[in-house]
């Protein structure tokens, strides 16, 4: 059985740039592991009643998009932080484990819900560094890339 990824992140990719980033690291992957993304609209917190609102709200179509069986890796600042090979090594455990597909997920610039939290398997930080999200995203395809090429050791061009 082979690993399945899920890119659950709140926002749309409007620059070109991202966009062609993430559809990069897709492409590189597929051979790997089916890898899809899954948008969720950002709520506008000025819109919603505030950031607690926006945040529930999002939280809520956050919690809808992931599948009941899935292990959810949530990506969050206090996160456990892990290199590229400890990432590597920690999917290889899920999947002898039996785990056929690792949801991770990318809050919206307020963060993600007490919610999406509870339903989180684990957590992820790529270090106590701010990253924008459409960064976070492109971050994650590459370093899910990564993993798998560690994982099968093949070199990865630096």
Partial sequence: ????????????????????????????????AKTAVVEIPDVDPARAGGESLAVAREGAAILKAIPGRAHVVVLAIGGKQRSSEALSARIDELGVSGVG?????????????????????????????????NLARVVLLEQLYRASKISRGEPYHK
């Fill in 1 to 32: 059985m082979s690993m399945r990824f899920t890119v659950v992140a709140v926002g749309k990719l409007k620059e070109r740039f991202w966009a062609d980033a993430c559809a990069e690291y897709l492409k590189r992957l597929q051979p790997y």
């Fill in 101 to 133: 597909e690792v949801v991770f997920v990318i809050g919206g610039s307020c963060g993600v819900s007490a919610d999406v939290l509870k339903r989180a398997d684990e957590t992820l930080s790529f270090g106590p560094i701010t990253l924008p999200h």
